[in-house]
């Protein structure tokens, strides 16, 4: 385990390959697509979602939502083996009693990125962010609290996890672009597992830039 700032650390190959079969149902369920972003832009990152809530972005803006706008349907349910293993790996991190709500499955093709941003539409900052790496190697920004702040670059390899949560919660973060290449589980793909409490979002709140 390494310590990347006060209540964020890195457990490098943490995550097994046993997760790809419960993606892939999940993603025939509910397959990958580009959102727009509230100013219009298609993301280059394809998402989809598993879990009570997902989280969706369209022009009306970012929120969680119980279904698939694209079906109508409730989001595929969360795989047993998601919610043990980013229960385990926070609490190692410090953060016993992890119960993630809501799992956003994220798809980077060569050359998709994340530009730097905070996790904050989830209603409970007291809970951490799970993020587990599979695939194609990245590079994770992991930043400050102002998205100038200075970001450490770290490399993330197939099945690396990384928790933040506590005083890191709100740290900004980000993914650079991914170079091409093959992976023997996901092909040509990065995939990312972020796990979130989102919490009671009956009350839509939609965030708007
Ligand atoms: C995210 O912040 O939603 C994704 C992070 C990652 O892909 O590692
Ligand atoms: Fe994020």
């Known amino acids: 385990m390494i310590e990347l700032a006060p209540g964020a650390v890195l457990?490098?190959?943490?995550?097994?390959?046993?997760?790809?079969p419960a993606i892939q149902q999940?993603?025939?369920?509910?397959?990958?697509?580009?959102?727009?972003?509230?100013?219009?832009f298609k993301?280059?990152?394809a998402m989809t979602n598993c879990g009570p809530l997902g989280w969706v972005t369209d022009r009306s803006g970012y929120r969680y939502s119980p279904t698939d706008p694209q079906t109508g349907s409730p989001w595929p349910a969360m795989p047993p083996e998601f919610l043990a293993l980013a229960a385990r790996a926070a609490h190692l991190a410090g953060f016993p009693g992890f119960t993630p709500d809501a799992c956003l499955i994220n798809r980077y093709e060569p050359g998709a990125k994340m530009s730097l941003h905070q996790d904050n539409d989830e209603h409970d900052f007291s809970q951490p962010i799970v993020s587990v790496s599979l695939g194609l190697p990245a590079i994770f920004l992991f930043g400050g609290f102002e998205r100038s702040d200075k970001a450490a670059r770290?490399?993330?390899?197939?099945g690396d996890v990384v928790v933040w949560g506590g005083p890191a919660r709100l740290r900004y973060h980000g993914v650079l672009p991914i170079k091409p290449g093959e992976h023997p589980l996901t092909g040509p793909y990065r995939i990312n597992l972020t796990l979130r409490t989102a919490g009671d979002v009956t009350m839509e709140t939609v965030r708007r830039l």
């Open 11 to 20: 457990l490098p190959n943490f995550a097994a390959d046993d997760l790809w």
């Open 26 to 40: 999940i993603t025939a369920a509910a397959p990958f697509r580009h959102m727009l972003t509230p100013g219009g």
């Open 43 to 45: 993301m280059s990152v």
């Open 154 to 158: 770290i490399k993330l390899h197939h």
